[in-house]
């Protein structure tokens, strides 16, 4: 996997986005926290909840949701991007694919101070469940690798992609309980076990609010991440000799 390629090359990344600033990707961490301080006190009168279980609710509901957004975002943009390095070297394109998936993963981890702070202030204590964040964290990112391999592939063949899945993004933000409870849906609760995101969020966001995941959150990550990565390698191994032609 090239691991130290990709890991350097990741941190390198980061450091170049915020170049001459004072608090780094923390600005970007600062901003979420500023949303998700305003949508917790304007929404939780709105939904008639206790602040108290909803704040750490949609807070680690953002964070989670923002790592899986961003990777399915830039996922598009992996090698479109990288054009002038794919046709100047010859190196494997999945470094692109690892590197872009650990850069979300820094980011994540600056935008965990976040839920420590809540946490902290309302005195939620950490679970054994808690530890269970890591392996959560390593599901996403390799989901991450296939989304992004796949995406990248059609974004670099078609130009509109990016555009039209930054779109259906921002609308499945809309009916994935993120910022609102399952239970909220009354007797059709039990749609949300169909929005596969909804497992992958949970993973992560489960474990830092102390609690287990569910088997079925799971078992939809392992059957996503198996046909998932079975699809990819497929359409990867019969046209990756292609893109850099259409770069």
């Known amino acids: 996997m090239k691991w130290r390629i990709w890991g350097r090359l990741g941190w390198q990344e980061i450091r170049r986005r915020y170049r001459r600033t004072v608090l780094g990707p923390l600005w970007f961490t600062f901003s979420l926290g500023i949303f998700v301080a305003g949508l917790g006190l304007v929404w939780a009168p709105l939904f008639h909840t206790n602040l108290h279980d909803y704040l750490p609710f949609v807070t680690t509901g953002m964070i989670c949701w923002t790592f899986v957004a961003s990777i399915i975002n830039e996922g598009c943009l992996t090698y479109t991007q990288s054009?002038?390095?794919?046709?100047?070297?010859?190196?494997?394109?999945?470094?692109?694919n690892w590197m872009m998936v650990w850069r979300n993963i820094i980011v994540l981890l600056h935008n965990l101070v976040i839920a420590v702070v809540v946490l902290l202030v309302l005195q939620i204590p950490p679970t054994w469940a808690t530890v269970l964040f890591i392996p959560g964290v390593?599901?996403?990112?390799?989901?991450?690798?296939?989304?992004s391999m796949l995406l990248g592939m059609i974004s670099a063949r078609f130009r509109d992609v990016p555009?039209?899945?930054?779109n259906l993004v921002q609308v499945l933000m809309f009916v994935t309980p993120v910022f609102w409870f399952s239970g909220q849906l009354g007797a059709r609760a039990a749609l949300v076990?169909?929005?596969?995101?909804?497992?992958?969020?949970?993973?992560?966001?489960?474990?830092?609010?102390?609690?287990?995941?569910?088997?079925?959150?799971?078992?939809?990550?392992?059957?996503?991440?198996?046909?998932?990565?079975?699809?990819t390698l497929f359409f990867y191994a019969r046209f990756r000799r292609r893109i850099a032609y259409w770069l």
């Open 138 to 147: 390593v599901i996403v990112a390799l989901n991450g690798i296939w989304i």
């Open 163 to 166: 555009q039209l899945v930054a």
């Open 193 to 231: 076990n169909y929005n596969a995101l909804y497992h992958m969020i949970n993973v992560v966001r489960a474990p830092l609010l102390g609690q287990m995941p569910t088997l079925l959150n799971y078992e939809v990550d392992a059957a996503v991440t198996i046909l998932g990565f079975a699809m």
């Open 83 to 96: 054009e002038s390095l794919i046709k100047q070297l010859n190196f494997p394109l999945s470094v692109l």
